[in-house]
């Protein structure tokens, strides 16, 4: 019930396509859902995130999807550029309780 | 405004001795959480600390321990140290208590390998 299910492993997508990321939870509790964005060597910073309350959420070139009834939700990186590569985590939470994150997605945008 | 900051950020050890790593976290944020990361098992929470009080604890056994100090600053223990603790230590730190309910500002991480 704690888990949080993030696939695909690894992706590898050209230049100006479409990254998608899917996230899957168990915990109807959760009212919680970042996204999270890691260089090599550094550590994880917050990129967007959504309350169940929407549906969708757009900041610049990435949006969240979010599906409360199939219990996912999704990452979408429009125009994909080389600096976009990086290792993206899911992570679900609720108020006063841990955060729980996704395994992680190995993302490669080829040039 | 400095990001978290943690030290060491590379440290080696050897099985069954103990660590002790640091954060400080922004100015003005009151709450530091702690994370394990590793290539198996990804990030795992640690402990979150509040008003030097810990808050919340994740599922990690009793050689791990933490504290928090009078200004926000956290340490974290690792006693009788395992092959297997070998990993980044990362540190977050929140304006405001709520688990991860909150943007979490990460550190660069504490890279452990115990050999």
């Known amino acids: 019930q704690q888990q949080v299910k993030q696939s695909p492993q690894s992706l590898i997508v050209q230049k100006g396509g479409i990254s998608i990321i899917n996230c899957a939870y168990e915990?109807?509790?959760?009212?919680?859902f970042p996204w999270y964005q890691q260089f090599p060597g550094k550590g994880p910073a917050l990129l967007i995130a959504?309350?169940?309350?929407?549906s969708e959420k757009k900041e610049g070139r990435f949006t969240i999807s979010f599906n409360k009834s199939a219990k996912q939700f999704s990452l979408h990186i429009m125009d994909s550029q080389p600096g976009d590569s990086a290792t993206y985590f899911c992570?679900?939470?609720?108020?006063?309780?841990?955060?729980?994150f996704g395994k992680g997605t190995r993302l490669h945008i080829l040039p | 405004k400095a990001g978290v900051t943690q030290t060491p950020r590379y440290l080696i050890k050897t099985r069954g001795q103990q660590v002790t790593l640091s954060c400080s976290p922004i100015?003005?944020?009151?709450?530091v959480s702690w994370y394990q990361q590793t290539p198996g098992q990804g990030l795992q929470f640690l402990f979150e600390?509040?008003?030097?009080?810990?808050?919340n604890k994740g599922n990690f056994p009793g050689r791990f321990s933490g504290r928090q100090f009078s200004n926000s600053r956290s340490e974290m223990n690792v006693s009788t140290l395992e092959l297997g603790d070998s990993a980044l230590y990362l540190c977050?730190?929140?304006?405001?208590?709520?688990?991860?309910?909150?943007?979490?500002?990460f550190g660069p991480g504490t890279r452990l390998t115990v050999t």
């Open positions: 959504i309350r169940p309350d929407v």
């Open positions: 992570a679900a939470s609720r108020r006063d309780d841990k955060i729980i």
């Open positions: 977050a730190s929140s304006p405001t208590y709520g688990g991860g309910a909150y943007e979490q500002y």
């Open positions: 600390y509040f008003s030097e009080t810990q808050r």
């Open positions: 100015s003005g944020h009151r709450s």
């Open positions: 915990n109807t509790a959760f009212d919680y």
